[in-house]
């Protein structure tokens, strides 16, 4: 199996929900690398998943009274650096502690209910989400998936628009509107947008029924996802985080906000988007080769319906070479 590409440990993703850890630490895993995060001292910390004793995962273990992480198996503790402050099979007055005896330690922060992390000094902010801390849009989180896919090629289902119609009849699409009109595509200070116009159909909801709505999407590399549809009486926004676990394996949360006329309960907004993404789930997952193929020469393209999509590759391609995204 190939490994993932470097480039990518130079870029904040979000790795847990903020409310996981209320329980103490948790384990996760983001780009390979098995992370242990937890809160201490008012922070959120993540340091490798592994014991430099005898490699036990950390996420396993417990907090002490000073928020250091106490290892399940000898009790080796680290501090939020990651560095170990107590070895208790030495006396407690004369720990003679090895300066090797650490574990590496990451940036963190928290935004939008959830924590990120970069492996490695990052290249670009954390993606952004501005309706979230917008006090017009009534915002909920409605879920979060594990899919068996790259993130990639989760992004680019994201922006795909030719398949609304096939993949959700009736849901995002009339079946019948299958013709994609050329978009208009912007370079943003953060990645691309581009926008289009198209009619709604009765089960979304985003406008009245058959109103000509505005949408926008956002992208920024290498796998925020953003869409803001607006119509006369009622702005939506979607957000997705995703976290590339692995190559083949995305973990995301989806956002979704809403201004104005809310014609849909917590609960229906949740059902509604829980349907359309387990449809495009039944289609990613099953996309082959897995790693979203970033050489512009492999696959067919279109020229007007897959321009977001071909701007992506060319843009992830530039960001991280053409091999393991
Ligand atoms: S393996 Fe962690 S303390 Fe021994
Ligand atoms: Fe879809």
Redesign the pocket.
Known sequence: MSAVSPELRNYWHPVAAVDELNGGPIRTTLLDEDLVVFRSGGRVHALADL??????R?SMGSLNADGCIV??????TYDTSGKCVR?PSQPADAQRIPSQAKVPAYRTAEHYSLVYVALEEPVAPVPEFPEYANDDFYTIRTGEWTWNASAARFVENAIDTSHLPIVHPGLLADPAATVIAPFDMEDTDRGFAFSARRHDVDEAMFGNADELVTQKTWVELPFSWRLLITAETLDTVVFIANQPVSLDKVRFWEFVGQKGRRAQTDEELTAFHTKVIEQDRMIVENQRPEMLPLDITAELHLKVADEPALEYRRRLAAAVGTEFA
């Open positions: 014991c430099i004793h005898r490699g036990t950390l290892c399940p198996y000898h009790g080796w070895i």
